[in-house]
């Protein structure tokens, strides 16, 4: 598999290629990054032959949109595809910290949670501003869900449901403003539930279909079904699959790590780069339409893109199918 090759949404006229780059990192997610090492990740990524980009307003608070579109609006608009997100409106506020949800040095802008009809048209406008865009390609909603707002998810649910945010994004789309719309989200529980409400075409889920986890195999299932695609993010889990012991954010529990470690050992006996694997694995799911890559500086996303064309042996994931390490429905076909 190459970077270069393309997916196309089943319902919309969009494609994809199989690796996107996802620009959290070029709003200082965890350390400071220099526009230069920025724009170094995203010049590699072009080199490369990659021509999905992600970024949202809350990415070092409206810092990823203000580099990226520094960027792209360099390009020819046809040569490549872009989404954002909303779902938070940046409000200005003087009193941001010098690191705010591990965002180092985000600028004075705060979020607030706002899935309306008005809140969602008002987002989607700064963002065509702050990128210089006129129709990003995709938006998502992002952050929505029973575990990312607790006991206020109804209050933001019902936004989406009754307060007019589905059908922002259905005039968006219907306008031509955007091509596609779904969510963007890590919990696949939501994708489920915004399915049966609305008629979404594409889903960034990140951290819930990879190596170490499937349980959204019968989601995934579904959207192929249904011709939703799947942007995958998170192919590492925050980094476990990359070497640092960290999963969903967190230092990795025992069972985490122990079945980690048995993946390291199929990834010896095969001669197969974990990076590698979790990097391809979801694109084994045919509802999976591109993985999306987050990468600091040119160095990383070379890394990554050396990574994802390694040839991987039908043998190794046979391997791992008979040790139980990935579940026995998930689909290994051609790569």
């Known amino acids: ?46 080199d490369a032959g990659i021509r999905y980009f992600d970024t949202a307003p809350f990415y070092g608070y409206t810092r990823s949109e203000r580099r990226l579109g520094t960027m792209v609006t360099d390009r020819t608009r046809s040569d490549y595809v872009l989404s954002t997100k909303v779902g938070r409106i940046m409000v200005p506020d003087d009193s941001v910290g010098a690191e705010e949800d591990a965002y180092v040095a985000p600028l004075p802008f705060r979020p607030v949670y706002d899935y309306s009809y008005d809140a969602i048209m008002r987002s989607f406008e700064a963002s065509r501003q702050r990128l210089g865009v006129y129709s990003p390609d995709v938006l998502y909603i992002h952050d929505i869900g029973r575990m990312t707002h607790g006991d206020r998810h109804q209050n933001y649910w019902d936004q989406l449901t009754k307060g007019g945010g589905f059908r922002a994004l259905g005039e968006l789309r219907s306008a031509g403003l955007v091509k596609a719309i779904g969510l963007g989200v890590n919990e696949w529980q939501a994708v489920s539930e915004a399915m049966d409400e609305f008629d979404i075409d594409v889903t960034m889920l990140a951290g819930r279909y990879t190596l170490l986890e499937q349980d959204s195999l019968d989601l995934l299932d579904r959207c192929h079904r249904e011709g939703v695609g799947i942007v995958v993010a998170g192919a590492f889990n925050s980094g476990i699959l990359a070497g640092n012991r960290k999963f969903n954010y967190a230092d990795a529990p025992a069972d985490i790590t122990a079945r980690v470690d048995e993946i390291e050992a199929a990834c010896q006996a095969e001669g197969v780069i974990m990076q590698a694997a979790a990097l391809v694995f979801p694109l084994l799911h045919p509802a999976v339409i591109t993985v999306v890559s987050g990468a600091r500086n040119a160095e990383q996303i070379k890394a990554n893109v050396a990574w994802f064309e390694q040839e991987i042996p039908s043998s190794f994931w046979t391997r791992l199918k008979d040790k139980g390490v990935i579940s026995a429905d998930a689909p290994v076909g051609d790569a």
Do not use: I, K, P
């Open 1 to 46: 598999m190459q970077v270069t090759d393309q997916r196309r949404l089943r319902n919309r006229d969009l494609s994809f290629t199989v690796m996107g780059l996802g620009c959290a990192q070029m709003g200082n997610l965890y350390r400071l990054t220099s526009y230069a090492e920025s724009l170094g990740a995203f010049e590699a990524a072009w």
